[in-house]
């Protein structure tokens, strides 16, 4: 099956600093990957999606500024958690699709942010 | 509209039983409805998915029935085993057409423990 890697699996700064998490799609070409938050028990939240060359599409209520996503290739976008503070920390996981198909989504292994 | 509604929110099954979850949609121009698994401190497993013109779909110990007049969709876990313990996950997303991005809409998720 298509898998896709996610990293740094576990991560934690400073209050102020910027964090960037990778998701590679590692033996297929995604034109479309989207970035989930999940806190503790809690569902999956859809932050972003992002289409390779172009610029991501936030849903309501996320800020673009905080949470920049660059999604240079077909097999790699990235989230770049920008002055992070506590109330950031959380559970990130992005999916990718699989070019050709319609819905069929591979998560990543998602990364733990903690902000100290 | 967009929302799904899943239940229980937890469940306690006994090896060997059947675990059931369910869930309940709105929009009727949902047309694809996956099951996620997902293991603490991963990203979520698709497990199975069935589109509307059916009323049922088996893959193993995993069966999805789906009623398209009452808006709703179940998962049942046949012979369950303690490692199937996870927090499970249904969702829709509206039909996919060239150039446009669907999103996959989340339940609320359902913690399954089997005990031994």
């Known amino acids: 099956g298509a898998v896709v890697s996610q990293h740094p699996s576990r991560v934690i700064c400073k209050s102020g600093t910027s964090v960037k998490i990778e998701c590679r799609s590692l033996?297929?070409?995604?034109?479309?990957m989207f970035w989930y938050r999940q806190f503790p028990k809690q569902s999956l939240m859809l932050m972003a999606t992002?289409?390779?060359?172009?610029?991501?599409?936030?849903e309501q209520g996320v800020e673009k500024d905080k949470f920049l996503i660059n999604h240079a290739s077909l097999t790699l976008s990235t989230l770049t958690v920008t002055s992070a503070h506590p109330e950031d920390s959380s559970f990130y996981i992005c999916?990718?699709?699989?070019?050709?198909?319609?819905?069929?989504?591979?998560f990543g292994s998602g990364t733990q942010l903690s902000v100290l | 509209q967009q929302q799904v509604k899943q239940s229980p929110q937890s469940l306690i099954v006994q090896k060997g039983g059947i675990s059931i979850i369910n869930c309940a949609y709105e929009?009727?121009?949902?047309?694809?409805f996956p099951w996620y698994q997902q293991f603490p401190g991963k990203g979520p497993a698709l497990l199975i998915a069935?589109?509307?013109?059916?009323s049922e779909k088996k893959e193993g110990r995993f069966t999805i029935s789906f009623n398209k007049s009452a808006k709703q969709f179940s998962l049942h876990i046949m012979d369950s085993q303690p490692g199937d313990s996870a927090t499970y996950f249904c969702?829709?997303?509206?039909?996919?057409?060239?150039?446009?991005?669907?999103?996959?809409?989340f339940g609320t998720g359902t913690l399954l423990a089997v005990q031994p």
């Open positions: 069935i589109r509307p013109d059916v």
């Open positions: 969702a829709a997303s509206r039909p996919f057409y060239g150039g446009a991005t669907n999103k996959l809409i």
């Open positions: 999916s990718a699709r699989l070019v050709g198909t319609s819905e069929k989504l591979f």
């Open positions: 033996d297929f070409q995604a034109t479309t």
């Open positions: 992002s289409n390779e060359g172009s610029k991501a599409t936030y």
């Open positions: 929009n009727t121009a949902f047309d694809y």
